[in-house]
């Protein structure tokens, strides 16, 4: 059983012992007393028995007492109930265990104030070197961006430059290919007009039909226009081809120079960008991502190699055009001298007859004058045919309208019987109109086909009897290509 106030430990809570002497003797020591417990903790920690104060824990080596003069056992053995002043004295703690246990207290205090002191310091002196790295490294990015940007505009004017000029050399080549092109194109005109001579002179009859020097002349201008109008042709194709391969250097430089304006934007707002930028905003894991496909060796290699490719092809196309502009002038010196000496022949071969000529002309001022009537009839049917529409669509309107009469309303009555039959009549005599308008119209045609045979026929003859001077010099009177080709408008 344990008494309230007291430790089973304590030596007075034991069995009751025997003491083998009846008193205690005088000269014996005082009992030497060993401590057996030792508190330690943690600064702020405390074990489970460290309420048991070191007091109640000392082993005494008294001698026990002999039966013959000692006191009895209820002298020896306590109160079986303490009293208050005694209970005070046996607390749970010992002064020393206040003390050690106070010391403890401060050290761990201090030990956390010296860490925590310490930890502070070192977490300022981090924060600063970070800052003072992060501003570092922004800075560097920055005149790093500064110079990216810089060489971007670099090369923006270099490409801008090469492209103004590809583009002037893209419009002078496209100058001079409409000029082999137009020039090619006045050619059919006096090719036209020698191979209808050769034509006309083949209806010669009798003694006229020689092979005599304005056939001759006629001829070699015949073959020399087709010459030049085949290396005109060909030199045209050769520049279409120069034109292509320069806009496919134009589509690279322009894209380049796109490009180089995408990222010289995207960098100038990147360049632009600070802490307090309402921009700004986290993307977990983008520095893990890389898209690049260059490195600036190649990116700057990539414009140079744009531009030296611009350059060849705009070397090829001065070349192309210096070709062409004295292909042009020698082949317009060639026909010129051509031309005036087939004219020359012609000059010496004129005769004239006259009654088939009177004959022919009579003859195309009736078809003309027929023509001028027909045109008259076919506008006066357009009318007829526009003034009958109206009433067709008025009919048709009432009898639309009528159709909606509700129920037994739907009479076929006299107006209704009247109205269908307005309507197939008005029908009809449109369909009659133009019908009559479409023959009128082919005999419009007919009539234009026999206006132009007639002039067909009445050049044949004034060629054919006037050999060169009605027909042949008349359209020989000036080489229309030749303003073209020297390049005059």
Known sequence: MEFLGTSQTASYCGPKKGCGFSTLPPAVRAPEIQECYQPYYLPGYRYLNSWRPSLFCKISNAQPCGDDGA????????????????????????????????DLQIRGAEASRLWASRLTGDSMRLMQDKDQLTRQMQEGTCRNLGQRLSDIGFWKSELGHE??????????????????????????????????????????????????????????????????????????QRIDIQIQDNRDAQHALERDLEDKSSAQFIDEKCFNLRNTSDCISFFHGVEKVDGTVTVPETWAKFSNDNIRHSQNMRANSIRLREEAENLIETLSDQMWKQFTDTNLAFSARISEVTDMKNKLQTQLAKTLQE???????????????????????????????????????????????????????????????????????????????TKCRLEHELAIKVNTLCIDKEKCMSMRKTFPCTPRLVGYT
């Not at 191979?195 to 201008?221: A, P």
């Not at 009659?432 to 007919?446: F, G, K, N, S, W």
Request: aromatic content about 4%; overall charge positive; some cysteine.
């Open 371 to 449: 023509i001028f009537q027909a045109e008259n009839t076919i506008m006066l049917l357009e009318r007829s045919i526009t003034a009958k529409e109206y009433p067709l669509k008025v009919a048709q309107t009432r009898l639309e309208s009528r159709t909606r009469r509700p129920n037994v309303e739907l009479c076929r009555d006299i107006p209704q019987f009247k109205l269908v039959n307005e309507a197939f009549t008005i029908n009809d005599t449109l369909q009659t109109l133009r019908l009559r308008l479409r023959e009128t119209q082919d005999m419009l045609q007919l009539l234009l086909m």
């Open 71 to 102: 006191p009895g056992p209820s002298a020896l053995r306590p109160a079986t109930v303490l009293p208050a002043l005694r209970s005070a004295l046996f607390c749970r703690y010992s002064p020393r265990d206040w003390d050690k246990s106070n």
């Open 163 to 236: 492209l103004e000029r590809l583009l002037t050399e893209n419009r002078s080549m496209e100058t001079v290919k409409r000029r082999l092109e137009c020039a090619a194109e006045e050619i059919n005109c006096p090719l036209q007009v020698a191979l209808e001579c050769l034509y006309h002179r083949e209806k010669r009859t009798g003694v006229d039909l020689v092979h005599d020097s304005v056939e001759k002349n006629l001829i070699q201008e015949v073959d020399l226009l087709k010459c030049c109008q085949e290396q005109m042709r060909n030199l045209a």
